[in-house]
């Protein structure tokens, strides 16, 4: 046993439907771009790069069902409705047709987006890190065991509709971005992966409540307090 000059932090866990065991979150990756509309309402051409990557620290965890402070350092806070993969085994340099096998299963997350910071790091050529991975900056449900059939992806703030597309809308499939992901990194047990958001993005304020839902999953809610 090693002393540590003060206790080891917690490890971040998620419920798991269905089982009492929860899973531990290791690191947090975000797909940028992955949806035609959005990727156009965002200033960009659909098609025209490959995946590029984010990222969040685990402790950026909020689970769903949460009330959170509005976020200090922005006027702009951002929804944004996604897929998360969760990581079940070990990887790196793997092929499309690999990919799948790594998977252990799936959530509905909110990528929270301090969009007035992210736009300054876009002009001033600047990383996105204070922009995506601030605090209780990653909403999540409950992780669901398996395979993601294709499902239709909603957005709501306080009951009105925001965002709508189906998975199969993505540009980069959870294969193909697993594949170009683990090219950059070795992935790993406990790695979740946001797929990236569909167009409809917006603001949010004190007092609403986000739910994103996926059909069955649990859904991914937040209210900000
Ligand atoms: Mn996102």
């Known amino acids: 046993m090693v002393a540590l000059v003060f206790p080891a932090f917690p490890t971040v866990t998620l419920p798991v439907t269905g089982r009492p065991e929860r899973f531990p979150v290791r690191r947090i990756f975000c797909v940028g771009r992955n949806y035609d509309e959005h ?7 659909p098609g025209t790069e490959p995946p590029f990557f984010f990222t969040k620290p685990a402790d950026a965890v909020v689970e769903s069902g949460s009330r959170i402070p509005y ?13 998360v993969i969760a990581i079940g085994k070990s990887g790196a340099m793997v092929t499309e047709a690999d990919a799948p096998a790594m ?5 509905a997350g ?8 992210q736009a300054e790091a876009k002009a001033a050529r600047r990383p ?14 409950a992780i669901r065991p398996g395979p993601m059939p294709d499902a239709s992806l909603r957005c709501t ?10 998975l199969s ?3 980069w499939s959870p294969a193909a971005i ?48």
């Open 157 to 166: 703030v306080n009951g009105a509709l925001r965002q709508e597309a189906r």
């Open 178 to 225: 697993i594949a170009a992901l683990s090219q950059l990194v070795s992935l790993s047990p406990g790695d979740l992966i946001f797929t990236g958001t569909p167009a409809g993005v917006g603001p949010l304020k004190r007092g609403d409540t986000c739910k994103v839902e996926i059909d069955g999953l649990q859904s991914a809610t937040v209210t900000i307090a």
């Open 39 to 45: 990727t156009r309402e965002m200033g960009g051409e």
């Open 169 to 171: 809308d993505m540009i």
């Open 71 to 83: 976020p200090t350092a922005t006027a702009n806070l951002h929804h944004e409705a996604e897929l």
């Open 103 to 107: 998977i252990w299963g799936h959530a």
């Open 128 to 141: 996105w890190d204070m922009a995506k991975g601030f605090d209780k900056s990653a909403v999540l449900g």
């Open 110 to 117: 909110n990528d929270l987006t301090r969009r007035d910071l």
